[in-house]
Every structure is written in C-alpha cells, then in structure tokens.
C-alpha cells in the first residue's frame, strides 16, 4: 500500500511518499513511488515544462498512465494546456479500458505537481478520470486521514519549504509507525517558482526525522510540565533551560 501526500506552500509544491509496495497482499517490496518528468528535468540546463507525479493504487496502472500523460502534456506551453491534454487523455484512456476491465478498473490515484513552460506551477489531484486543480493540501493511499490531520495541524498555505519539508517527513514517519500498511524509505521531493527541483537524499531524511522526533519528544515533556499546578520553581527553571539548550543544539544540526 501507499501514503503519498502534497502541498502548495509559499516557496512551492513539496510531495512526499513512503516506497512500501504489497504484492497480492502477502510480499513486500521498496518501489520509489514519486516520478519526474522529463526525466532530465532536475538539470539546470533543462528549461521546459515539468511534472512530479506521486501515485497510489495499481502499480503497473500507475506506471502506464504517467508515461501516456507526460506524452500528452509535454509539449504544451501554457497550464491550461498542460491540465486539459491530461484530463483528455484520461477520458481517452478509461473509456479505452473500461470494456476489458469487467471486473472493475485498477485503482489510481495521483498527486501531480506541475511547472509549465511559461513559470507556473499548481498542485492536482487525480482520481481515475477526474482533474482537481489548485489543490493546497492533500494525501492519498492508505493512510490518508492520518496524514491529512496531522498536515492540517502543522501545515498552512503560506508554510516555506525550511517547515512544510520537515513537517512532510515527520507526517510520513507517524503514517509508517502507525499504519501496517506504510513503510520502507520516505522519498520527498520539492519544485519552487523557478522550476528547479530538489530530491532529498536518504542520510538527509533520516537525519531530520531524527531531529524531529527528538524535539517532538521535548515539546511534549515541556507542554506537560506546563500546564502541571504549582508555582515555576527554581528547578523547573533549569529543567526547561536544559531542554530548551538541547532545541537549541537540535536546530544547529547539520541536516
């Protein structure tokens, strides 16, 4: 299964996404479920439009309707070109589809950030053949009201990347503790208003995560102690002055 979630903050659109694949509910395996195209599209030489697309679903479905909507969108220039080519190709796909899968279509569904030719950049949500556009905040898979609630209570529109991208890491890291079906690596990618876009590596998420989780820990030992009756003692003040030192030390950390 799949936790996959997105949002459209004041710097850009992060997406982020653990790599759990179950296969016929019995084997796991890492699958790397956030896709850039073009696939050159992280160079500074490239100029072009853009897509990040993070799926949840069917794998082999999810792989095969990315490929046909990158073509479909890759030569457009404006957005709205960009967003119409895909909504046509997914009609053209499903009523393709639909009549040799008479048992039912395979699940997908996706979160897609794109950059166009012309500098714009906006957040979709696709559900099989359904577009939504200037999504804000989303999460997909299994997992997803989770993530949702911990993104509403961390995460706002105007968020910048140094918060959203901790907070996105820590969402994921709670959905992979808490829901058996999530897990593997965590893949996080941004895409700011100049196109570029920045792929976290494994030792830098791991290495926030662990910085995160630590401060978690020190933020609710000093909400609890907060709110307990009684007066600020002198030895309350130098137990909140260490944990406030260790927050310190915590955000001098090299990422």
């Known amino acids: ?36 195209r073009p696939r050159n599209s992280e160079s500074p030489d490239y100029k072009g439009p853009k897509a990040i697309f993070a799926g949840a679903g069917d794998g082999d479905f999810i792989d095969h309707l990315i490929e046909k909507l990158w073509s479909a969108m890759k030569s457009k220039g404006t957005m709205d070109e960009m967003v119409e080519a895909i909504e046509k190709q997914l009609t053209f ?31 979709l949500k696709i559900n099989g053949a359904i577009v939504k556009r200037e999504v804000l905040l989303d999460a997909i898979g299994c997992g997803d009201i989770l993530a949702t609630y911990v993104l509403n209570h961390l995460v706002g529109p105007k968020s910048s990347f140094s918060s959203a991208v901790p907070f996105a890491l820590y969402m994921i890291s709670e959905v992979k503790e808490n829901v058996r079906e999530c897990g593997g690596e965590t893949h996080l990618c941004t895409v700011d208003y100049d196109g570029k876009i920045n792929r976290l590596t494994q030792a830098v998420i791991e290495s926030r995560v662990q910085r995160i989780k630590e401060a ?27 944990r406030i030192k260790r927050l310190k030390e915590i955000k001098a950390m090299q990422p």
């Not at 393709?96 to 714009?120: H, K, N, R």
């Open 93 to 123: 796909r499903y009523k393709q589809l639909v009549p040799i899968y008479t048992g039912g279509m395979p699940e997908a569904v996706f979160l897609v950030g794109l950059y166009s030719a012309e500098g714009d950049l906006e957040l």
């Open 216 to 242: 978690e820990i020190i933020a609710r030992q000093i909400g609890a102690a907060t709110i307990e009756n009684g007066p600020a003692t002198d030895a309350f003040s130098e137990w909140l002055d260490n």
């Open 1 to 36: 299964m799949t936790i996959c979630a997105g949002f459209h903050c004041g710097d850009g659109i992060v997406l982020c996404a653990d790599t759990q694949e179950t296969v016929s509910n019995y084997i796991k395996r890492n699958v790397p479920k956030l896709e850039v």
